[in-house]
């Protein structure tokens, strides 16, 4: 079996922007740890498969049926009925469809990334728990059953509620700055907010598994803001290449390892876990 990537040391990155950089790097350190394992390589192929199946279903169903029913819609609303108007509602006609299209293809991107969130949640979980077992030496977690899997989507759909409806506190007020002298000020400070919760999204996986109650679920995010910025920033960059999802789900459990080697998030590890993880360090 291939030798265990190395953990990166917390106490190594004095100063806000080290850690920032570490956790950039951190988002992109779970594409070796996964390609390094056999096992999940295999788990990470599954939520990818239904990521593109969900996205080419959507992609289809807006494409073919609703895009062009509401483009002709918003046309014939326009007055840009090509059979009604003059020589310029064609073009406006185009145009119109053009946008509507251009809609439909991000919805079906962004709508297939939050459904495959869900229903790939078990998967997710599995490759979570797999990259614990690697580092320390020992299963981890529950078999993934089919009680599992219904559990687990169960779950992970209240958790985007709690996500969403907790990043709405802080992304509602600031978009309301925007429009004032603080605008300058906001933009920043809105992408900082969304690159927060963006790590969290990788990062609560961890957390829950080793029962962390959601205060400090929240809690370990903001101790190590810097960080988790950073890897927000990364997962950002990241999930660019579609698809993705599954290599920042270890590279998220890696960071927590980390940190939990040293202490600074709550884990159930034990002191034998936490000297073995530290043996990872550089």
Not at 201 to 209: A, G, I, K, Q, W
């Amino acid at each position: 079996m291939a030798r265990t990537p190395t953990l990166f040391d917390p106490e190594a990155a004095p100063g806000a922007v080290a850690r920032f950089l570490v956790g950039v790097r951190a988002a992109f350190a779970g594409v070796p740890v996964v390609l390094s394992d056999q096992r999940l390589l295999a788990l990470s192929l599954v939520p990818m498969l239904l990521h593109v199946a969900l996205f080419i279903a959507l992609l289809v169903g807006l494409t073919g049926t609703v895009a062009p029913a509401v483009g002709h819609a918003v046309a014939h609303a326009l007055g840009a009925d090509p059979q009604q108007a003059g020589l310029w509602a064609r073009p406006l006609s185009g145009i119109v469809h053009a946008g509507v299209v251009v809609l439909a293809i991000a919805t079906a991107f962004f709508g297939s990334v939050f459904v495959a969130s869900v229903l790939g949640d078990p998967f997710y979980d599995a490759l979570s728990e797999r990259t614990e077992e690697l580092y320390l030496g020992r299963a981890v977690g529950a078999p993934l059953t089919v009680h599992a899997v219904v559990v687990g989507i169960g779950r992970e759909l209240v958790a985007n509620l709690v996500r969403l409806f907790v990043w709405s506190l802080g992304a509602l007020p600031l978009w309301v700055l925007s429009f004032t002298f603080a605008g300058f000020v906001a933009g920043p400070l809105s992408l900082a907010w969304t690159w927060l919760f963006t790590a969290y999204e990788f990062l609560s996986r961890s957390l829950v598994r080793h029962t962390v109650h959601i205060g400090g679920r929240f809690g370990a995010l903001f101790s190590q803001k810097q960080l988790f910025l950073g890897f927000g920033a990364g997962a950002a960059l990241v999930s660019l290449v579609p698809f993705t999802s599954p290599f920042l789900v270890v590279g998220a459990t890696r960071a927590y390892l980390a940190l939990a080697a040293s202490g600074r998030v709550a884990s159930r590890l034990t002191d034998a876990d936490r000297e073995r993880l530290c043996s990872y360090f550089p």
